[in-house]
């Protein structure tokens, strides 16, 4: 375990995650947020086999956990830290039939304490202006709005907000 919060464990994924990441990664509704394409069932074997293989790299500076329910270990969602040279950079998504429960808020909040347990000196999050419901849960964990940009990959505008730890 990476850490818990109240309701919720963070752990490396596994292979057994494959199902329920899958269902994640092909939601449309999911990925607009996220910026990113519906991956399909191939992409997704790959993108989880690289994200597994990669917690054995030291030089790793890309982690992907993945979040799983306390009262019935049932995989909600993942999160993510980003460690590179300008930003420390966290995310998050969950299945869609998870939100409106309350998890965001309560992941971030872990993730933050996490953050400080590891040295990160502040966050960095990539909110979509169209997500306005983690647009509420950055800004309710005091993040401060810093610009809006162009997200590098997909040339696509983001806001940028920062929390100091």
Same mark, same amino acid.
């Given at each position: 375990?990476? @850490?818990?919060?109240e309701? !919720? @464990?963070?752990?490396? !994924?596994? @292979?057994t995650?494959f ?9 449309? #509704? ?5 910026? /990113?394409?519906?991956?399909? &069932? ?5 993108d989880l086999? +690289?994200?597994?293989?990669?917690? +054995?790299?030291?030089?790793?500076d890309?982690?992907?956990y /993945?979040?799983?329910?306390?009262s =019935? $270990? ?5 999160? /993510? ?6 930003d =420390?950079e966290?995310g &998050?998504?969950f !299945?869609?039939?998870?939100?409106g ?5 309560e ?7 996490y953050?400080?347990k ?5 966050l960095i /999050?990539?909110?979509?202006p =169209?997500?306005?419901? $983690?647009?509420k ?7 401060? @709005?810093?610009? $809006? ?8 505008p983001? #806001?940028?907000?920062?929390l100091e !730890?």
């Amino acid at each position: 375990m990476i @850490f818990e919060t109240e309701r !919720l @464990f963070v752990r490396k !994924l596994a @292979f057994t995650d494959f199902e329920s990441f899958h269902e994640m990664q092909s939601n449309k #509704n999911v990925m607009r947020f996220v910026r /990113a394409k519906v991956m399909t &069932y191939d992409d997704n074997k790959k993108d989880l086999k +690289d994200v597994i293989e990669k917690y +054995d790299n030291p030089t790793n500076d890309f982690w992907i956990y /993945a979040v799983e329910r306390k009262s =019935d $270990s049932v995989f909600v969602g993942t999160i /993510a830290f980003v460690k590179d040279k300008k930003d =420390d950079e966290i995310g &998050y998504r969950f !299945l869609e039939k998870y939100w409106g429960n309350g998890y965001g808020t309560e992941i971030i909040q872990g993730m933050i304490s996490y953050a400080k347990k590891i040295k990160f000196p502040s966050l960095i /999050a990539y909110v979509s202006p =169209d997500n306005i419901g $983690s647009e509420k849960i950055i800004k309710g964990a005091n993040f401060t @709005f810093l610009e $809006s940009v162009l997200c590098e990959d997909l040339g696509i505008p983001e #806001n940028k907000y920062i929390l100091e !730890l």
